[in-house]
Nanobody, 115 residues
Framework: QGQLVESGGGEVQAGGSLRLSCARS????????MGWYRQALGKERELVAS???????VYGDAVKGRFTISKNKANNMWYLQMTSLKLEDTAVYYC?????????WGQGTQVTVSS
């Protein structure tokens, strides 16, 4: 179904910005939906943002108005632009792809927001 590799994580001060990237290789099956989830320490994994290949998007309530998901035309790269970061955005961020055969997850990238 393809391998996913995230990049762009790191530490940033509250109020700052970061851009995450997800690269999909071995594109055997057409992708339907691409997205980002996150998991903070001691919490459940939650949806951050998703995008259908047609362009429609869904955002988690906690990030609406601050984060933006985008993709390239080949649907093998997608991005998460994060602005106005808050301490509570600290988490491991995972990119995910959905095909007719199911979901594939990346290995995750740490985002730490400090005061």
């Amino acid at each position: 179904q393809g391998q996913l590799v995230e990049s762009g994580g790191g530490e940033v001060q509250a109020g700052g910005s970061l851009r995450l990237s997800c690269a999909r290789s071995q594109n055997i099956y057409p992708i339907n939906v691409m997205g980002w989830y996150r998991q903070a320490l001691g919490k459940e994994r939650e949806l951050v943002a998703s995008m259908h290949v047609g362009g429609s998007t869904v955002y988690g309530d906690a990030v609406k108005g601050r984060f933006t998901i985008s993709k390239n035309k080949a649907n093998n790269m997608w991005y998460l632009q994060m602005t106005s970061l808050k301490l509570e955005d600290t988490a491991v961020y995972y990119c995910v792809s959905t095909t007719a055969w199911g979901k594939t997850w990346g290995q995750g990238t740490q985002v730490t927001v400090s005061s």
